[in-house]
């Protein structure tokens, strides 16, 4: 079969990495996964993604010349110039050269890294819905969270790689719970999935998952129920000072506790509009991003398609 234009995306997560060819509307044509093994060196990992990313080609029948280019996101902070990952806090991981790694099995090859998050904003913006915004912000609600910056359709990352680190605004002064981060009421510590867990545990919900949480809420469970009334009131709590600062045309959020949106979203829109200034911001749409789970591996492509 005859494919126009070919980009491999390799998402490197926390727990999985997920490797696949995505075509140019941005559907995904062949995807494998395995463990991201916190315990392999970073080259070991890379070997291992160079070798998936050789077979999803041969089980569509692609050689390297039919590859329009790789981009790669990675859990952490990342320098998309040098195609560097700095620092990636759950491994460990230190300035692994993933572009040099990658470059050596295809030479002359595009090949784009970038921050999770900020290669799911891109993916947003290229493939979802953010294509009619020209400025939104993207936040990831899952383990942890976090957000990307879009500008005038661009990707905004800061001085320093670290614009849109969301997850932790603080949104609790007085009882703010710790965070990994080492201070105390961050958004992460109270409204990530993690912490619906941990809210969870202190209530006796077995098991204190969030999606167990999100599964009593829909029942009816007051417990749970009031769990992502907390959350909801602190990411609406969060996205003012956001809105107030960037004033984006959209707030688009994915992850996996963006599953359970409509259980967050009316606390969400009611903090958010009590503490935004100017009307104009409390008409800000709040969506749930249109490429669900695929969005860390559809990120990772737009790398290269939004440099078209």
């Known amino acids: 079969?005859?494919?126009?234009?070919?980009?491999?995306?390799?998402?490197?997560?926390?727990?999985?990495?997920?490797?696949?060819?995505?075509?140019?509307?941005?559907?995904?044509?062949?995807?494998?996964?395995?463990?991201?093994?916190?315990?392999?060196?970073?080259?070991?990992?890379?070997?291992?993604?160079?070798?998936?990313?050789?077979?999803?080609?041969?089980?569509?029948?692609?050689?390297?010349?039919?590859?329009?280019?790789?981009?790669?996101n990675v859990p952490g902070l990342a320098d998309p110039n040098k195609g560097l990952l700095l620092h990636a806090p759950y491994s460990g991981w230190k300035?692994?050269?993933?572009?040099?790694?990658?470059?050596?099995?295809?030479?002359?090859?595009?090949?784009?890294?970038?921050?999770?998050?900020?290669a799911c904003a891109l993916g947003e913006l290229v493939f979802g819905k953010g294509k009619k915004f020209q400025n939104f912000l993207w936040v990831t609600i899952s383990t942890g969270i976090g957000g990307g910056i879009i500008i005038n359709r661009?990707?905004?990352?800061?001085?320093?790689f670290i614009a849109g680190e969301i997850g932790h605004l603080v949104?609790?002064?007085?009882?703010?719970n710790l965070c990994g981060c080492g201070n105390s009421g961050?958004?992460?510590?109270?409204?990530?999935?993690?912490?619906?867990?941990?809210?969870?545990?202190?209530?006796?919900?077995?098991p204190a998952t969030a999606k167990n949480v999100a599964q009593?809420?829909?029942?009816?469970?007051?417990?749970?129920?009031?769990?992502y009334r907390q959350a909801g009131e602190y990411i609406g709590r969060a996205f003012s000072y956001a809105a107030n600062v960037l004033n984006p045309g959209a707030i688009i959020i994915g992850g996996g506790v963006s599953l359970s949106l409509d259980l967050l979203e009316p606390h969400i829109r009611n903090t958010f509009h009590s503490a935004v200034i100017d009307e104009k911001n409390k008409n800000i749409p709040i969506l749930k991003t249109a490429l669900g789970y695929e969005a860390g591996l559809i990120g990772a492509a737009s790398l290269i398609y939004a440099n078209e």
């Open 1 to 72: 079969m005859y494919y126009p234009k070919i980009v491999a995306g390799i998402d490197i997560g926390g727990t999985k990495t997920l490797i696949g060819l995505v075509d140019h509307s941005g559907s995904i044509l062949v995807s494998q996964q395995f463990p991201t093994d916190i315990k392999d060196d970073p080259k070991t990992h890379i070997e291992k993604c160079i070798e998936t990313l050789s077979n999803c080609m041969k089980q569509i029948g692609i050689n390297d010349q039919s590859l329009y280019g790789i981009g790669v």
């Open 95 to 118: 300035n692994v050269p993933v572009k040099n790694n990658l470059q050596e099995k295809w030479p002359g090859i595009p090949i784009r890294i970038a921050n999770d998050v900020n």
């Open 154 to 160: 661009n990707i905004y990352e800061g001085e320093h």
């Open 171 to 176: 949104v609790e002064w007085e009882n703010g």
């Open 186 to 206: 961050c958004l992460e510590a109270h409204a990530s999935g993690t912490a619906i867990a941990k809210m969870a545990e202190k209530e006796k919900l077995i």
């Open 216 to 227: 009593l809420a829909y029942y009816g469970n007051k417990i749970a129920l009031d769990i």
